[in-house]
């Protein structure tokens, strides 16, 4: 393996690209945030955690071991900003008249299912935030030890004013800490305070007694206090969006630092947020995509993780469904690409595939520039057809990128012709949906799904394929 190749690591506390290190040498001990679960992820979560997956891949390509570990946030995490408002996953459980726990469950298992679809390698511990509550309730002890804590007719909240160093990771990255800035501040006595643990009533399903009363904990101290039962501090990287970067990261630093005097990890690693259409994903504007989704619109998962690897996670991804359908053209491009050199007597001269490979470590080891590795790989597919490029592809470059190349490039064309009479049916159902008549639209689709045939809109044209 390339063990001790540079590589280059932008770090939200330092804001800077830096050369990347380790505590343990060879060994990367890793925390990712992981999802709240009380809904399907959509597109834009699941862009954090392919970001994140290609980060621990090229790690490893670069020869790390990896000890990883991300949370399952399945209790503590409330609807409103500000320590305010019900359990997001109480509430959801309320509203379908079932136990939090098989809420958790099924939007755990979704989200599982998605990340296998996506290719992305689960953390080695996965630890849903209930099986924690006394670690949790320890290390709240601790902080009221150290005297940095208070009590409200609410819950117990920690004093930020007593961590001299509370905007070490939001200065400079966002403007200032927002934290608590748009709900009153009520009990609380600065801005910023935020709470480790809050009472609940009687009709809250999810409760735990503890040394200050039944309640159940704040959703930072879960991180911190997960983080610090499987990780030494510091550890070496702490993964998540921007979006936590204000409030969650500073408040998890702001308790493990506290609690340990220790700095609690050297690396924090943030993706840009994903948009879509240019702006804001919401219900109300129904642009919330799962996968599910995407793959209902006949799309393969690995388009979508081709699409997001064209950008690099620094950057804010617009997500539209033309630039899915120029990715899942380039997708099969690469793999007709491969098919050729897969079948090919020829070789390839060994210095060329040292360069190649070169280029493509150099790229993804400078702060993991997919765009650019991809534009290696495209380089290397317009070699003279070569079994050696085949391999260098897919047993290479194919550990990072994560894209089935193999798979795609063994699997036999479907060639599947659609019949003249049934792209007529679908070319006259696009002109009725651009004349609103949705009646003969809806004619038309039955028609077509009569005929055997599956009719998948895009935002501009459709797709047909057999069923
Ligand atoms: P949550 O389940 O809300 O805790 O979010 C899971 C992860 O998805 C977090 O790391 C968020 O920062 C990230 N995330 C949420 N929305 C987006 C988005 N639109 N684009 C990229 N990442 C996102
Ligand atoms: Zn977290």
Not at 5 to 33: A, D, H, I, R, W
Not at 345 to 357: E, F, H, N, S, Y
Not at 416 to 424: F, L, M, N, Q, S
Request: glycine share 6%; proline share 4%.
């Amino acid at each position: 393996m390339r063990y001790n190749e540079v590589m280059k690591l932008y770090n939200t506390l330092t804001k800077q690209k830096e050369e990347f290190y380790t505590v343990k040498p060879g060994v990367v001990q890793m925390y990712s945030c992981g999802p709240t679960v009380y809904y399907t992820a959509h597109i834009g979560n699941l862009r954090a955690y392919v970001c994140g997956d290609i980060l621990k891949k090229t790690l490893r390509f670069n020869g790390y071991q990896i000890e990883d570990v991300m949370n399952i946030t399945d209790v503590g995490h409330l609807v409103g900003d500000g320590d305010i408002g019900e359990d997001k996953v109480e509430t959801t459980a309320r509203k379908m008249g079932v136990h939090p726990l098989e809420i958790a469950k099924k939007f755990t298992d979704i989200f599982m299912h998605d990340i296998e679809r996506l290719n992305i390698k689960p953390a080695k511990h996965i630890v849903p935030a209930t099986h924690c509550i006394e670690e949790m309730i320890a290390l709240v002890q601790t902080l009221e030890e150290k005297g940095c804590t208070y009590r409200t007719s609410d819950g117990i909240y920690f004093d930020a004013s007593t961590f001299p160093n509370y905007f070490q990771l939001s200065k400079g990255n966002l403007a200032g800490n927002i934290g608590g800035a748009r709900v009153a501040l009520g009990e609380k006595r600065n801005v910023n305070d935020f709470a480790l643990w809050k009472f609940v009533g009687p009709n809250t399903i999810q409760k735990w007694d503890s040394p200050w009363g039944v309640g159940c904990p704040g959703w930072h101290i879960e991180c911190s206090a997960i983080s610090m039962k499987y990780l030494p501090l510091p550890f070496d990287i702490h993964t998540g969006g921007v979006d936590h970067i204000p409030i969650h990261h500073t408040n998890e630093i702001t308790q493990s630092e506290t609690a340990t005097g220790k700095k609690m990890c050297n690396f924090w690693f943030h993706n840009e947020f994903m948009k879509i259409d240019g702006g804001k994903m919401s219900k109300s504007l129904g642009n919330v995509y799962s996968l599910q989704d995407i793959i209902d619109k006949g799309y393969d998962p690995m388009h979508l993780r081709l699409l997001f690897l064209q950008t690099t996670y620094r950057t804010v991804l617009n997500f539209t469904f033309d630039a899915l359908d120029a990715a899942r053209e380039n997708y099969r491009n690469i793999v007709n690409a491969l098919r050729r050199h897969r079948t090919a007597t020829a070789k390839t001269d060994p210095k060329v595939i040292a360069d190649l490979r070169q280029s493509f470590t150099d790229a993804i080891s400078n702060d993991l520039n997919t765009p650019v590795a991809l534009a290696v790989l495209h380089q290397t597919l317009k070699q003279p057809d070569s079994a050696d490029i085949y391999r260098l592809v897919t047993e290479e470059f194919d550990q990072v990128l994560s894209l089935s190349l193999a798979t795609a490039a063994n699997t036999e064309v479907q060639t599947e012709t659609i019949p003249d009479e049934i792209t007529k049916l679908a070319e006259q159902r696009l002109a009725a949906k651009k004349a609103r008549d949705w009646a003969t639209a809806d004619q038309l689709r039955a028609a077509i799904t009569a005929a055997g045939y599956q009719i998948n809109d895009t935002p501009t044209s459709y797709t047909l394929t057999k069923n």
